[in-house]
């Protein structure tokens, strides 16, 4: 009898079977995967996705095309990622929305990025929606903490979309390129906090560490970005003047939070607007709530936990 559980299964794929065991598709890639047949693994869930019925089971689809990027991505095949992300047989296009799937693709493969967890698309969906709001809006723009460049990635396409011409002027990204900072106190996660393993392990010094040289690379389409390399609130320190459009945090800490938006905050112009990607981290939410009570500041939280300042 097939079991309920198997290893080399992301917790996702059981997510997308809502409580259901473990499709056989799955079970049997997984096995594959196990004896070291990847090739194999990859057909046995293709071949489940073109099945002339694929969608009369919606839910184990999800699961195979879910399983599909993870055998993807352990094998660094990110160009077929994005081509999977965008094919007419993938059962979890982005609300309708081809233009997002093929950028979001085009953006993992660039920076040969984890398309898991898959529903973190909904929240970078969201945040080019939140910037294209602000598309009269005259200034400059900046991210604080890009990692391996998936969300500046995905900003500057979403730019180039705009303005064919933009090459990445007036995009800052700053970053220690050495990972988060250490955690404060006010990073703690509480007890009882649903999300606690995940975070502790999520909010640990130097995670999230990816070398300047790799950024540049993954962003080589956008030559003209400008690079602030260093420890926040340090990478402030002489900036000339300037006035922003907008500005993305995902700093995931209170203090580089609170400094970033201490730093930010008088420098964005009318219309424009702080996006705070993590609403959801204890630390970070702090920051947020305290600097906006302390500035008078309204915000408002998305369906995917970033805090928007709009102002
Ligand atoms: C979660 S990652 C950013 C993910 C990225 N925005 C994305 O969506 O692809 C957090 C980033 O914040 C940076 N970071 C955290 N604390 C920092 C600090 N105090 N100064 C500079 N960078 C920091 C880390 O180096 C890391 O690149």
Not at 17 to 37: C, D, F, I, N, Y
Not at 59 to 77: E, G, P, T, V, W
Not at 215 to 232: D, S
Not at 251 to 267: E, G, I, K, Q
């Amino acid at each position: 009898m097939k079991p309920l559980v198997s290893v080399n299964v992301p917790e996702e794929v059981y997510a997308a079977l809502e409580g259901r065991p473990l499709t056989s598709t799955v079970w049997h890639a997984a096995q594959s995967l196990a004896a070291g047949k990847p090739d194999q693994a990859e057909a046995i869930v293709r071949r489940r996705l073109m099945r002339a019925d694929a969608a009369a089971d919606p839910a184990s689809a999800r699961a195979a095309f879910i399983y599909l990027l993870y055998l993807l991505h352990q094998q660094r095949k990110h160009e077929e990622i994005a081509a999977a992300l965008c094919a007419p047989w993938s059962p979890m296009h982005n609300g309708g929305d081809p233009d997002f799937d093929r950028m979001y693709g085009a953006a993992i493969s660039a920076t040969r990025s984890n398309p898991l967890p898959f529903k973190r698309s909904q929240r970078f969906r969201e945040l080019v929606r939140l910037l294209s709001s602000t598309r009269r809006v005259g200034g400059e723009l900046a991210e604080c903490g890009c990692y391996r460049g998936l969300s500046s990635h995905l900003l500057c396409q979403a730019l180039a979309a705009e303005s064919p011409t933009f090459g990445g002027a007036g995009f800052h990204i700053f970053d220690s390129f050495e990972g988060l900072s250490a955690p404060a106190p006010e990073d703690a996660i509480p007890e009882a906090h649903p999300d606690r393993e995940r975070l502790a392990v999520m909010t640990k010094t130097g995670r999230f560490a990816a070398s300047l040289e790799t950024v540049q690379r993954n962003l080589a389409r956008f030559p003209a970005i400008t690079y602030h390399r260093g420890w926040i609130p340090f990478s402030f320190e002489n900036l000339p003047e300037r006035q922003y459009r907008f500005v993305h945090l995902d700093v995931d800490l209170y203090n580089p939070t609170r400094d970033s938006l201490a730093y930010f905050h008088r420098r964005v112009a009318m219309g424009g607007m702080i996006v705070s990607d993590d609403y959801s981290w204890p630390g970070a939410r702090r920051a947020i709530e305290e600097f906006c009570a302390q500035n008078a500041l309204r915000f408002t939280v998305t369906d995917f936990e970033q805090a928007v300042i709009r102002l």
